[in-house]
C-alpha cells in the first residue's frame, strides 16, 4: 500500500507534510485544554482567582478551539486535495496498464478482477491514504503526549495509564491481524459477484430466452450469501473491539477516580488534577478507538494494494519491437511453420502453418467452428505471440513491429459486433478521428448501411451501450463500416457477415471488390457462398491447412472442402 502512496501521491509530498502537522498542532491545543480546565478548578473555582480569571481561561480555551477547528480545515482540506489526486493519478494509470496487456493477461487475470481493482481497490486504498494523512499522525501523538502530562501531573497514577495503553494496543493488534485474511476474502467474492453480474447485463436476453432468471438469481444469492458470511464473521469479530475498549477505559477511570480520592484527601492532589487525569484518558480511549478504525482501513486498504500491485507486476508476454511497415512497400504476410497454443500444456489451436497473403488479392478462411481461423486473424494481428515458428510482414518479424504500426495498417471486423454508447458518427469516428465526410459516406455505403442511419436519423442518432437498440444486421454493417473508415491496407472480415441476409451480403462482398482491389481483404466465414470468389481460398480442419486454392481447384483437389461445399448444397457450382 505505502508503495503505491509513494509512487502515485509523490506529486504532493508538500502536502503530504503539511497536513499531518497542522493536525499535529491541533492534537496539541487538545493536550493543553485539560491543563486549562485544572486551573480554572483549581485557582478559579477553588483558588483565589476569581471570576475575571475563570473568564481569561475560558477565552484561551476559546481561543485554542478556533486555531484547532481552523488547523482541522486545513488538514481535511489537504488530504482530500492528495487523496483525490492519488485516486485521479493510480486509476489512469491502472486504465493504461490493464490496455496494454495482451490477450492472454486479459484471459489470465479476467475482466471481473480488473473491474474491481480499477474501482472498489483503488478506492479502499484512497480512503487508507486520506485517514493515514488525517489520523495515522495525530491518534499515536495523543496517546503519548497524554501519557507524558500524566506522568507530570500524577507520576503515583501513571501506571494506570501505562497498563490501559498496553492493553488497548493488544486488543487492537489481535483484531488488525486477524482483519486481513477476511478482507482479502471479501475482495475476492466481489469479484465473483461483479463477474456474475456483468454475464447477467451482458446475456440478459439469453437469460431470458432460456428462462434462467430464477437459476442466475439462485448463483448471484449463493454467491452473495458466501460474501456476507465473510462479512458478518468479520463484523462480529471487529465488533468485539469497541466493548473490549469500554472495559478498559472504564476500569482505568474507576481506579483514577478511586485512587485519586484517597489522594485528594492525601493532599497530594487537586480536584483540578483528578479532572485533567480523567480528560486525558478520554482522550487515549478516543484516540485508541481511532487507531483500531485505521487498522481495519488499513487492513482493508492493504489486501486491495496488493491486488493492485499483481497487476502492475504482471507483465505483457507480447513481445514488441520499434521497427515499422513500410507505406511504400506492398505489404505481404507470411506464416512460417507457426504453431500457436493459448496454454502451455493446451493442444495447439493451430499448427504448421505454412502461408502467405498479398496486397491485391481476395482470401477466404474457411473451415468447421473450432479449425483455428480466428486463431489465425489474432497472430496476424498481434493479440498473441506464436508458440512456434515466425509470422512475417514485409519480410519483418512481427516481434520486431510496434504495435501501432500492425495496428494501424491492418483493420479486423470480428464476430461479435460491439458499438459505444454515443453517436453513430462517434462509433465510426472511433477508428479514426480525422475521418472525412467523404471517407465516412464511401465506408457507410461499402457496408450497405446508408439505409440504417437515414432510418435512425442521421449521424447524430444515439447508440446505446453495446448497440442494443441496433439489430444484430446492423451492428454488423456498422462496425464493417467503422473498419472501412479505418482506411486500413489490410482489411479481415471474421465471420462479420454471419447476421446478414444473402442479398445484403452478395452486395457487401460486390462493393468491397469494387472499391477495395489495392488492399488486401480477408473473408472469414463458414458460408461457402461468401468466399467462393475469392482470388485464393484457404481451407482449416482441427488446426491444419488443408488446402489452398480456387473454389474449382479445391472442389476436386480437397476433400475437406468439398466436405463443406456438400454440406451446403452448392456441388452444382463445382
Not at 503526549?145 to 501513571?158: Q, T
Amino acid at each position: 500500500m505505502f508503495k503505491l502512496f509513494a509512487q502515485y501521491a509523490k506529486k504532493y509530498k508538500i502536502e503530504i507534510i503539511l497536513a499531518p502537522i497542522f493536525k499535529i498542532f491541533e492534537a496539541v491545543f487538545g493536550l493543553i485544554t485539560p491543563i486549562i480546565v485544572k486551573n480554572i478548578i483549581d485557582n478559579g473555582i477553588n483558588g483565589d482567582g476569581g471570576t475575571n480569571y475563570i473568564i481569561q481561561q475560558g477565552l484561551i480555551l476559546l481561543a485554542l478551539a478556533v486555531v484547532g477547528f481552523a488547523m482541522t480545515m486545513v488538514c481535511q482540506y489537504l488530504s482530500i486535495r492528495v487523496a483525490t489526486n492519488y485516486g485521479y493519478i493510480l486509476r489512469n494509470k491502472l486504465y493504461e496498464k490493464i490496455n496494454s496487456f495482451s490477450y492472454k493477461e486479459l484471459d489470465t487475470l479476467t475482466t471481473s478482477r480488473l473491474e474491481t481493482n480499477i474501482s472498489n481497490d483503488l478506492i479502499a486504498t484512497q480512503n487508507a491514504l486520506m485517514m493515514m494523512l488525517r489520523l495515522a499522525v495525530r491518534a499515536p501523538f495523543i496517546v503519548v503526549g497524554a501519557l507524558i502530562l500524566s506522568i507530570f501531573v500524577a507520576p503515583n497514577l501513571c501506571w494506570i495509564f501505562l497498563l490501559g495503553g498496553v492493553l488497548l494496543g493488544l486488543i487492537i493488534f489481535v483484531i488488525g491481524f486477524v482483519s486481513i485474511p477476511y478482507n482479502t476474502k471479501i475482495q475476492s467474492g466481489m469479484d465473483d459477484l461483479t463477474k456474475i453480474s456483468e454475464d447477467n447485463l451482458t446475456g440478459a436476453r439469453i437469460v431470458r430466452a432460456f428462462n434462467k432468471q430464477d437459476y442466475e438469481n439462485r448463483r448471484f444469492t449463493l454467491k452473495s450469501a458466501s460474501v456476507q458470511q465473510i462479512s458478518e464473521r468479520l463484523s462480529r469479530f471487529s465488533s468485539l473491539s469497541n466493548p473490549l475498549n469500554l472495559v478498559v477505559i472504564n476500569g482505568c477511570i474507576i481506579l483514577i477516580l478511586y485512587l485519586g480520592a484517597i489522594n485528594v484527601s492525601d493532599g497530594t492532589l487537586s480536584q483540578g488534577d483528578i479532572v485533567s487525569l480523567v480528560n486525558y484518558m478520554f482522550q487515549i480511549s478516543a484516540a485508541i478507538v481511532v487507531v483500531a478504525n485505521l487498522i481495519v482501513i488499513f487492513a482493508k486498504g492493504s489486501s486491495c494494494a496488493k491486488r493492485i500491485n499483481e497487476v502492475f507486476a504482471t507483465e505483457t508476454t507480447l513481445k514488441v519491437g520499434d521497427k515499422r511497415i513500410d507505406d511504400e512497400e506492398k505489404i505481404e504476410v507470411e506464416f512460417k511453420d507457426v504453431s500457436f497454443a493459448y496454454n502451455k500444456d493446451a493442444k495447439p489451436a493451430v499448427e504448421h502453418i505454412n502461408l502467405t497473403l498479398e496486397e491485391g488479392k481476395t482470401y477466404g478462411l474457411i473451415g468447421g467452428t473450432g479449425a483455428g481461423k480466428t486463431t489465425l486473424i489474432n497472430l496476424m494481428n498481434h493479440y498473441y505471440d506464436v508458440s512456434d515458428g515466425t509470422l512475417f510482414i514485409q519480410n519483418k518479424n512481427i516481434q520486431d513491429l510496434s504495435f501501432a504500426s500492425v495496428n494501424k495498417n491492418i483493420a479486423v471486423v470480428s464476430q461479435n459486433p460491439t458499438l459505444f454508447t454515443g453517436t453513430i458518427a462517434s462509433n465510426l469516428k472511433f477508428a479514426n478521428e480525422d475521418a472525412s465526410d467523404d471517407l465516412i459516406r464511401k465506408s457507410l455505403e461499402i457496408a450497405q448501411c446508408l439505409d440504417v442511419v437515414e432510418a435512425k436519423g442521421g449521424l447524430e442518432a444515439k447508440v446505446n451501450q453495446g448497440g442494443k437498440n441496433f439489430s444484430g444486421g446492423q451492428r454488423q454493417r456498422l462496425t464493417i463500416a467503422r473498419s472501412l473508415c479505418k482506411d486500413s491496407r489490410v482489411l479481415v472480415l471474421d465471420d462479420a457477415s454471419s447476421a446478414l441476409d444473402f442479398k445484403t451480403d452478395f452486395n457487401l462482398r460486390k462493393a468491397i471488390k469494387e472499391n477495395l482491389s489495392d488492399k488486401l481483404v480477408i473473408y472469414v466465414s463458414q458460408r461457402v457462398s461468401s468466399i467462393k470468389d475469392c482470388d485464393e481460398i484457404i481451407v482449416m480442419e482441427k488446426g491444419q491447412i488443408k488446402g489452398i486454392g480456387r473454389h474449382e481447384e479445391l472442389m476436386k483437389n480437397c476433400e475437406a472442402y468439398r466436405h463443406i461445399c456438400l454440406s451446403q448444397n452448392v456441388e452444382v457450382q463445382a
